[in-house]
């Protein structure tokens, strides 16, 4: 028995170290992330707001892709800092489908007609949620998204006409664009009131946190 739970232990510790490893691979040194040139910025108006804080002392920015399975091992512990950190911190999503995703470009556009009807939040669990049923497919994935959004009980014309309509895929490349201009190389990088994060741990991630809502 002891046997056995060690080796679930050791298993679950190499998991996250790869988790990390990844996201060290895939995230800058911590720079700066005030406005380059053309007035980017890490979040614009119309960034989807998972929790709002009124006056937060801290906003965290994620940009992901939901094809990305970095992004799809991090999602659960995101859940866990909002629980975690609920009421204290303004959580922030912005879309960067990387294109060598043959799906990550459909997914965000889907989510994105679901966000236009006041849907964002549950259509973004829907993808994480079923990732490896459409991850990595070379096919287009649009018609399986679609029965997310028909679970959702969404308007499924206004769903059609936002996903077929140019302008919803161009509020995903805004994202894409910002976090370009902003240094961004890879999902999820996640910025930490305007700072670009290197996070080698869950310790050290909540540890940058706890640090910015101490000062």
């Known amino acids: 028995m002891i046997i056995v739970l060690v080796a679930i232990f050791l298993a679950i510790a190499t998991a996250l170290t790869v988790i990390f490893v990844s996201v060290g691979n895939s995230i800058d040194d911590r720079t700066p992330a005030a406005a380059p040139s053309g007035g980017v ?110 679970a959702l009980g969404l308007d499924m014309a206004a769903y059609d006409a936002a996903v077929a309509d140019p302008q919803t895929q161009q509020r995903v490349q805004q994202d894409f664009d910002d976090g370009v201009a902003l240094g961004v190389e890879g999902t999820p990088t996640f910025f930490l009131n305007g700072q670009k994060m290197t996070i080698d741990s869950f310790d050290d991630f909540t540890a940058q946190i706890d640090a910015a809502l101490a000062q």
């Not at 939901?66 to 950190?85: D, H």
């Not at 006041?118 to 994935?141: H, I, L, P, T, V």
Request: aromatic share 14%; hydrophobic share 40%; net charge negative.
């Open 41 to 150: 910025q890490v979040t614009r108006e119309n960034s989807h707001v998972l929790d709002s804080v009124p006056d937060a002392k801290v906003t965290l920015v994620e940009f992901l892709d939901f094809e990305c399975e970095v992004c799809g091992a991090f999602y659960p512990y995101v859940e866990q800092l909002r629980e975690q950190y609920a009421g204290q911190i303004t959580f922030v999503t912005r879309y960067f489908p990387i294109p060598s995703h043959q799906n990550s470009m459909n997914a965000a556009v889907a989510v994105e007609a679901a966000a236009q009807q006041g849907m964002f939040e549950e259509m973004y669990q829907k993808m994480f949620q079923n990732q490896k049923a459409w991850g990595e497919r070379q096919d287009s994935q649009a018609a399986l998204f679609r029965t997310y959004a028909e």
